[in-house]
């Protein structure tokens, strides 16, 4: 069955340490790859995405990803987190046009 | 900034009743999706269109939920009867047929609480 795993369901950190998160998909053939972010008590927003060429993509408020075709893996980065980055975060993946997302990672940054 | 919007934000009902969401994609949008939110479950898709056309509802509990694009400009979700188990938020998402050129765009959600 097609789906999209993320390894940490809650993360702490302090600010200014480095997040990644951790996202794996099992889809065959072409996909696209997202992450969402949900702050609380708001919608999901697309913080970056990957269709096709460099596989190292930039997205908003300093985050980026890194897909990794032969592991199946899309995984989200930022070298410097802030409070404000307190949030869910969502790994999608787009196949045949129908978006699937994990489960979240709960990021909780402490000042 | 053009924005999908969903009504109504706030849903608190009765078991039994029926409950009716309402989303209005983004102009121009030509696909649509209906996401439930839980804590236990996550972000559960429930039914998608492309062109007004159902595509999938494979997620969508048959027996009580329905979901309908009556027009370009208005997707809908019932469910009738409700269960106190179908608390959650709901959200819509309208997208491009070619992902590419523009990701899903949500909406605020309607947040359903069934007593």
């Known amino acids: 069955a097609q789906s999209v795993s993320q390894h940490n369901h809650h993360v702490i950190l302090s600010e200014a340490a480095s997040l990644e998160l951790g996202c794996n998909y099992s889809y065959g053939g072409t996909v696209n790859l997202f992450w969402y972010v949900q702050y609380p008590g708001q919608h999901l927003q697309l913080l970056l995405k990957y269709f096709s060429g460099d596989p190292l993509v930039k997205g908003i408020k300093g985050f980026e990803a890194e897909f990794i075709k032969s592991k199946f893996s899309f995984n989200l980065r930022k070298p410097s987190v802030q409070w404000s980055d307190t949030a869910e975060y969502f790994c999608?993946?787009?196949?045949?046009?129908?978006?699937?997302f994990g489960a979240g990672t709960q990021v909780v940054v402490t000042p | 900034d053009a924005r999908v919007t969903q009504t109504p934000r706030h849903k608190v009902t009765e078991m039994g009743q029926e409950v009716t969401m309402r989303c209005q994609p983004i102009?121009?949008?030509?696909?649509v999706f209906w996401y439930r939110q839980t804590m236990m479950q996550g972000l559960e898709l429930l039914a998608y269109?492309?062109?007004?056309?159902?595509?999938?509802d494979s997620g969508m509990p048959k027996d009580r939920f329905s979901a309908e694009m009556p027009d370009a400009t208005l997707a809908t979700l019932k469910i009738q009867p409700s269960e106190p188990r179908d608390s959650a938020v709901y959200f819509c998402?309208?997208?491009?047929?070619?992902?590419?050129?523009?990701?899903?765009?949500f909406g605020n959600g309607t947040r359903l609480t069934v007593t």
């Open positions: 999608a993946v787009n196949s045949w046009g129908k978006l699937q």
């Open positions: 269109f492309r062109n007004r056309a159902p595509l999938d």
């Open positions: 998402a309208s997208g491009l047929d070619r992902p590419e050129n523009s990701p899903l765009h």
């Open positions: 102009l121009g949008h030509n696909t």
